[in-house]
């Protein structure tokens, strides 16, 4: 039997540009990582509204 590594989340919140899409990668809290993909336009109404909130 391998040897299981555990999953953290630990580390950077990340985005990089994948083909036509963007990867948002989140730490969560208890290990693990929220990934999302976004088209462009989804990605400009999130950095938006993230705006509006901490402006």
């Known amino acids: 039997m391998a040897a299981m590594k555990p999953r953290t989340g630990d580390?950077?919140?990340e985005v990089t540009k994948e083909g036509r899409?963007?990867?948002m990668r989140v730490p969560l809290e208890g290990g693990g990582r929220l990934v999302v993909e976004l088209k462009m336009d989804e990605a400009k109404e999130?950095?938006?509204k993230l705006l509006e909130v901490f402006a």
């Open 21 to 23: 899409s963007y990867v």
């Open 11 to 13: 580390g950077p919140m």
């Open 46 to 48: 999130l950095g938006a």
